[in-house]
């Protein structure tokens, strides 16, 4: 089982075994696995039971990987427990293609770290840097850097967002079955005939 749950115990590794093992975990409702370091995950869109307050606790202090299957909190608990330990700040790298599913990872990592920390300000960011695309109805169109600062007791204190790379180009047009970043929209929805005259902001005829 454990060989399964990583895949860099295998005696052979590649491509193909490992879309094979990933596939095969899949089918159960396996949808993380490691591979040493690394956590693979593939995105079920679907709501499986996974991130409730007893996964979370089942995957915090664990002192082995190998204790419970590869999870989403078991790698934000080992930042966090290697951040206490040796003081020194923990980076995590969250990539895949569009609707992998990184900001919902994103998310949990976080909450995992910092139970605390509400999540109230996203809508409110997101909606000047995310859009409806063909892969993702709420599609970030922008990379970004989160930095979360604990005490030394390891309570958040503060927190800092770097963005970068903001597909500008979506302001003036967007691809079909493409929109706008959400603001816009919003924006539309909330201001009355008399504001969306003076700012000029109106529905294209598309959308009419
Ligand atoms: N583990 C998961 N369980 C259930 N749903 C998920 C999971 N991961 C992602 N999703 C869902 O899949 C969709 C796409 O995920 P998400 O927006 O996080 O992708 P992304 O990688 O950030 O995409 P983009 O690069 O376009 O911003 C969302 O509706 C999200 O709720």
Redesign the pocket.
Same mark, same amino acid.
């Given at each position: 089982m454990e060989a399964t749950h990583d895949l860099a115990r295998q005696d052979s590794l590649n491509e193909s075994s490992l879309n094979q093992a990933l596939a095969t975990r899949f089918a159960r409702d396996l949808?993380y696995t490691y591979v040493g370091d690394i956590l693979l995950?593939v #995105?079920?869109?679907?709501? &499986?039971p &996974?991130y409730d307050n007893i996964h979370s606790l089942r995957y915090t202090k664990v002192s082995s990987k190998a204790e419970h299957p590869p999870h989403l909190f078991a790698i934000a608990d080992a930042a966090f427990t290697q951040m206490m330990r040796t003081r020194q700040p923990q980076v995590a790298v969250i990539s %895949?293609? *569009? %609707?992998?599913?990184? /900001?919902? *990872? /994103?998310r949990l990592f976080i909450r995992q770290v910092s139970p605390s920390t509400p999540g109230r300000t996203n809508p409110v960011l997101e909606a000047f840097g995310?859009a409806q /695309?063909v892969? #993702?109805? #709420? *599609? *970030?169109?922008f990379g970004k850097f989160i930095e979360l600062q604990f005490t030394t007791q390891g309570r958040v204190v503060g927190a800092r967002l770097a963005h970068y790379l903001l597909e500008k180009a979506r302001v003036v047009s967007q691809g079909e079955g493409e929109r706008n970043f959400h603001i816009f929209e919003m924006l539309i929805e909330g201001c009355d005939d008399e504001e969306r005259r003076r700012t000029g902001l109106h529905l294209s005829d598309e959308w009419q």
């Open positions: 949808i995950a #995105n079920p869109y679907a709501d &499986l &996974l %895949g293609e *569009s %609707g992998a599913g990184k /900001t919902f *990872s /994103t995310n /695309t892969m #993702n109805s #709420n *599609s *970030s169109r």
